[in-house]
């Protein structure tokens, strides 16, 4: 298998519940972008990553061209036009990898900017081992599932809360992307799951996902410390 390593960092979102004046991934976070955090994770020397792409909205390109320009950006990598859902975004982005004949792939949420370097490369390993590798947590609280009776509670040890980044083999995720869409699709994981067993990395409770403001300002107080 090859060891070349390459991702694709999703960022699709408009912030709606935000309640912000611009899409989540373009708010700022101890003074820059929220996606140009996420981009500098993966641009780490250490993790050798041969090739990012960034997958945007087509109407969002000018304003990622006016960040990069004003904050003097000089990673190299790839803008692609996303989809009218996730799995659609993900697609255009292995579009771009189409050339390469082989690797481990990186799928990463744009609005992750926290996720620390350790779980980026223990998933890269997991991905080249196995074919697919999750970053996942122990949910911290108490899990309950409902029925038509009310509610039941479940064993939270046997559960886990889904991160990204989710590697995999990148000729399997071409291969499930090929598949249709299904509304069952929730994640990356979901879609090569029928294909592979999907191998679970031990995630941080750092690696946020920026959806509401309380999420924006603990990222800022984790920063700062």
Same mark, same amino acid.
């Given at each position: ?24 991934? @373009? ?33 969002? @390109? ?27 975004? /993900? ?13 481990? /792939? ?36 108490? /899990? ?82």
């Amino acid at each position: 298998m090859s060891k070349n390593r390459y991702a694709i960092l999703v960022a699709g979102g408009s912030g709606t519940r935000m309640g912000a004046d611009r899409p989540k991934q @373009f708010l700022e976070l101890a003074g820059e972008p929220v996606l140009l955090h996420t981009l500098r994770r993966f641009a780490a020397p250490e993790l050798r990553v041969q090739e990012l792409v960034v997958v945007l909205p087509a109407e969002q @390109f000018t304003t990622w061209q006016r960040i990069c320009a004003d904050y003097q950006v000089t990673i190299p990598h790839t803008v692609v036009a996303g989809g009218a859902t996730r799995w659609a975004s /993900v697609r255009n982005g292995l579009a771009q990898l189409a050339s390469h004949e082989g690797g481990t /792939v990186a799928v990463h949420d744009g609005v992750r900017p926290l996720t620390p370097q350790s779980v980026i490369e223990a998933t890269y390993q997991a991905g080249y081992n196995h074919g697919a590798a999750v970053a996942a947590v122990v949910p911290k609280d108490s /899990v309950r599932g409902l029925n038509q009776q009310g509610s039941y509670a479940l064993n939270r040890s046997r559960l886990r809360l889904v991160q990204t980044p989710q590697c995999f083999e990148l000729n399997l995720l071409q291969r499930a992307y090929k598949l249709p869409e299904l509304t069952t699709f929730t994640d990356d994981a979901s879609v090569v799951e029928d294909l592979h067993p999907i191998h679970l990395v031990e995630g941080d409770y750092r690696n946020l996902k920026i959806t509401t403001p309380e999420d924006l300002l603990l990222a800022e107080a984790l920063l700062h410390r």
